[in-house]
């Protein structure tokens, strides 16, 4: 009996987090992406928890009370709570920092620019180095082409041959397409 109202209460207290690292060279589009991200996950994890966030929005935007930050809205029982962290790094010599986010992610996202074929040597480099870190080498890995709603942006097939990633075959990775304006 008393295992199963153990069992009974961790499943009441559980928490899932899933991890998700959003990396990318500058101007890649990373912070609409994770707005987008945001807004979509608010949506998605539980009615209650959206209503509740709108609620929130509401007060914010029509009253002069401060509604709960997103982060804050805690579900009583049975939903994934998404936080959310961004991090800026602006120089190149920063993305060492990244290193330090690695360990507990599931799925890295890596966005690139694909209106800009003049730095996909620059991205290509980066994402491999990051393919050999260790701690990454369970992490599903998403590379996202975003701004496909310009002209000049490359399709999924044209990005895979600009980069060349042979170190992808031995890896869970899928390419998408994105824009971060048209949603
Ligand atoms: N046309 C178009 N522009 C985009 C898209 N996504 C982002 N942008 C623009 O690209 C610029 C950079 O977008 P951000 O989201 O700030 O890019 P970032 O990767 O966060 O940039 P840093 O933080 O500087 O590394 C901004 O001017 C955006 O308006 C997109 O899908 N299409
Ligand atoms: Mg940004």
């Not at 707005?35 to 959206?50: A, D, G, K, M, R």
């Not at 180095?129 to 998403?142: F, N, R, S, T, V």
Request: hydrophobic share 45%; glycine share 4%; aromatic share 12%.
């Amino acid at each position: 009996m008393f295992s199963l109202f153990y069992g009974l209460w961790k499943y009441l207290v559980s928490k899932t987090e899933f991890h998700v690292l959003i990396l990318g060279i500058d101007k890649d589009g990373k912070t609409i992406i994770i707005s987008l991200l945001f807004h979509y996950c608010i949506l998605l994890c539980n009615l209650c928890i959206w209503f509740v966030t709108l609620l929130e929005k509401l007060k914010t935007q029509y009253s002069n009370l401060e509604g709960l930050p997103p982060d804050r809205i805690v579900p009583t029982v049975g939903v994934n709570i998404v936080r959310i962290e961004t991090l800026n790094t602006k120089p190149f010599g920063l993305r060492s920092i990244w290193e330090k986010y690695y360990e507990e992610e599931n799925v890295v996202i890596f966005v690139v620019d694909a209106s800009c074929p003049s730095r996909f040597e620059d991205f290509k480099f980066v994402i491999e180095k990051l393919l050999m870190h260790e701690d990454l080498q369970g992490a599903l890995l998403i590379i996202l082409a975003n701004k496909q709603d310009l002209v000049d942006a490359v399709s999924i097939e044209e990005l895979v041959q600009y980069l060349d990633l042979k170190k992808l075959d031995e890896r869970a990775y899928t390419f998408e397409v994105a824009s971060g304006y048209d949603g």
